[in-house]
């Protein structure tokens, strides 16, 4: 049997010997230590990670073999922006100089008729009408119009249905052929005395469009109707009655100045 003291002396050098093959612990370092040698990293405070690091490597791989980089295709499109507003540039100064000089134009102008020269006799003064003066000249017609042709339906069809028919089926194409006659008479100055239509163009106008107008008329009302007396009577009111207002309206257009342009010339 072992006795107490030599169990005690085993105990002490097995753990001796523990302790001379265990790993040495690690010395210890403050803390201010380690932030102050942070410090002396480059560019960063922390080592860049590992994909990080290969990406960069490709990049400048990249550019060592002499292929492009992503770069130099921002530049192309830049290059591209600025070309395109240079063109735009130049476009919208030529258009500058060309305001100018037509400002000027008309300063010299009306310096010139201050100072007593003639824009022309007042008699023969030429004018020509804006698109927009024709269409709603065309509009405005249509809708006299087709109200007094619906009346002379209803009163001698007896029919609602075959008035509104006859009316429906012809008003956006007059509208259209009345624009485009009006589009055709706007290119003749003839009839046109100081700075508006005289009274024979006024009438002239109102014939030329009453004739395709009836004949308009009466093939609709004779297809709608499908009766010849009626259709007869209701183109024959319209020639009589729609010539005479026509001719009112044209007069009472010729004195509106909207829509005008006057053809600006000196008599010298």
């Known amino acids: 049997m072992i006795s107490l003291p030599t169990l005690v002396t085993l105990a002490c050098s097995v753990s001796s010997g523990f302790a001379f093959h265990t790993a040495p612990s690690a010395p210890y370092r403050p803390a201010s230590l380690s932030r102050r040698a942070e410090t002396f990293l480059p560019n960063s405070s922390s080592i860049a990670p590992k994909n990080s690091r290969n990406q960069s490597l490709l990049r400048i791989a990249t550019t060592a073999n002499g292929e492009k980089a992503p770069s130099d295709a921002m530049i192309r499109q830049i290059d591209q922006k600025i070309s395109n507003y240079e063109k735009k540039q130049e476009k919208y100064l030529s258009k500058l100089e060309s305001a100018k000089a037509e400002l000027e134009k008309f300063k010299e102008t009306k310096q010139r008729y201050l100072a007593g020269d003639s824009l022309g006799s007042s008699d023969t003064a030429s004018f020509s009408e804006t698109t927009a003066r024709s269409l709603v000249k065309s509009m405005m017609w249509r809708v006299i119009a087709g109200s007094v042709t619906f009346f002379t339906s209803l009163r001698f069809s007896g029919n609602m249905s075959t008035a509104l028919s006859i009316v429906g089926s012809d008003f956006f194409s007059k ?54 007396s009626i259709a007869s009577k209701i183109a024959g009111s319209d020639a009589i009655f729609k010539t005479g207002l026509m001719f009112v309206y044209e007069r009472v257009w010729a004195k509106i100045e909207w829509g005008k342009e006057y053809l600006i010339e000196f008599s010298i």
């Open 175 to 228: 509208a259209a052929t009345m624009f485009i006659g009006e589009r055709l008479m706007n290119k003749s100055q003839a009839g046109r005395k100081g700075g508006a239509d005289d009274v024979g163009r006024s009438l002239a106008k109102a014939l030329l469009w009453r004739l395709f107008a009836i004949a308009n008329t009466l093939t609709m009302s004779l297809l709608i109707a499908k009766d010849l």
